[in-house]
């Protein structure tokens, strides 16, 4: 073997060997923690299917609905009838409350909450539970629960406003009107009542109020005629003796007339016969107009006696003209001519008796 032979083999050998570096094992891997899955939404029970009961027992489906709904409850002996309910699809269990509240409210009864029972009673007997009053609409539940408010008028007299809303209430309603505070004590089932309250604030406002009164400033008649010439206007428009749409105040005191009318457009027609009426009178022939003087000299019940003799008018003060008040003065003025019987005549003038001539200035 030549030497470059022998030094090849020799390397060759050397390599052969060198020790293999150690293999490299898989790197580790580091656990990311995952992030925690949002929680999922708890599902409202439902009824799969629906319910279809025909003429079913009111009591058997009040128990129905009332275990889905996990409450206590407490029937009244009264309480009693069928149903009839055919839903379809699924009924979420927020709807099975407000379906046994509409089922008793068909059937004239209501359901109240009293401690950790409801009792179930017919519609008319609700009131003498212990529902908790409440004066603010926005307290009530979107249900047809039984509910009792309290709402306090400004505009609008209870009384009036109780007839307004009557026809309006729902079945089993109570309603009561006291009015020495003008306070309206309602009890229904509380979507009724948010349309109720609505309606109140609708009319008990203070624009309207407002709007339905009118002054109107009276120059040429007394407030009071005015007003009973207007009353009997108005009446003959509403074909009725005994109302009117538009209702008058006169404040003869101060020369004003109010109208009050629960229409606004009512005033419009007010006006109009206000200016028809209310127009200086003219004065006529033979009519008598009154006028006020001022005297500086004369004393005003003296020189009054005078004018109503000169005018043939009864004396103010009573008796023959001045003679009979002031006996030695003015006796008989003007009594037994126009001018009377002169003033030195015998008949009568105007300072006494028997005038200048004979008796001089009167007995």
């Known amino acids: 073997m030549t030497a470059a032979g022998a030094a ?32 999922v939404a708890t599902q409202p029970v439902t009824i799969p299917g629906g319910l279809n009961l025909t003429n079913a027992s009111l009591t058997e489906v009040i128990d ?20 009839t309910v055919n839903t379809y699809g699924e009924i979420r269990a927020l709807d099975l409350r407000n379906l046994l509240e509409t089922i008793l409210r068909m059937n004239n ?46 505009y609008v007299t209870s009384s009036e406003m109780a007839k307004l809303l009557e026809p309006f209430m729902g079945e089993g309603f109570k309603m009561v009107s006291y009015d020495p505070a003008n306070l309206l004590i309602i009890q229904d ?32 008649a007394r407030p009071s005629d005015l007003a009973k010439d207007l009353d009997k206007i108005f009446k003959a428009y509403a074909f009725s003796d005994k109302a009117t749409a538009v209702r008058f105040l006169p404040l003869d005191r101060i020369g004003t007339l109010l109208a009050l009318a629960p229409n606004p ?42 004018v109503s003799q000169l005018y043939g008018l009864p004396a103010p003060l009573g008796g023959a003209g001045f003679g009979s008040a002031y006996p030695q003065g003015f006796g008989g003025a003007f009594r037994n001519s126009s001018v009377g019987g002169g003033f030195n ?13 004979q008796q001089g200035y009167g007995q």
């Open 8 to 39: 090849f083999a020799a390397a060759a050998l050397c390599l052969a060997q060198a020790p293999v570096p150690p293999t490299q094992g898989p790197t580790p891997t580091v656990a990311t923690p995952q992030p925690t899955p949002p929680p």
């Open 64 to 83: 129905i609905l009332a275990r889905d709904l996990h409450i206590n409850y407490i029937l009244d002996p009264k309480v009693k009838g069928t149903v």
């Open 109 to 154: 009864f209501s359901m109240v909450q009293v401690g950790n029972l409801y009792r179930i009673v017919p519609a008319d007997q609700a009131s003498r539970l212990p529902v908790e009053p409440q004066a603010n609409a926005k307290d009530f539940p979107d249900d047809e629960r039984m509910v009792l408010n309290l709402v306090f008028l400004k």
């Open 189 to 220: 089932n509380s979507r009724n009542m948010k349309r109720t309250v609505d309606l109140i604030n609708m009319f008990d406002s203070q624009n309207l109020a407002g709007e339905r009164v009118r002054t109107y400033s009276i120059a040429n």
């Open 265 to 306: 457009g009512s005033f419009e027609e007010v006006d109009r016969w206000v200016k028809k009426l209310d127009v200086p009178v003219r004065i006529t022939a033979g009519s008598i107009d009154n006028h006020v003087y001022r005297l500086k000299y004369g004393r005003a019940e003296i020189l009054g006696n005078v």
């Open 345 to 357: 005549g015998g008949g009568g003038g105007l300072f006494g008796g028997g005038g200048y001539g």
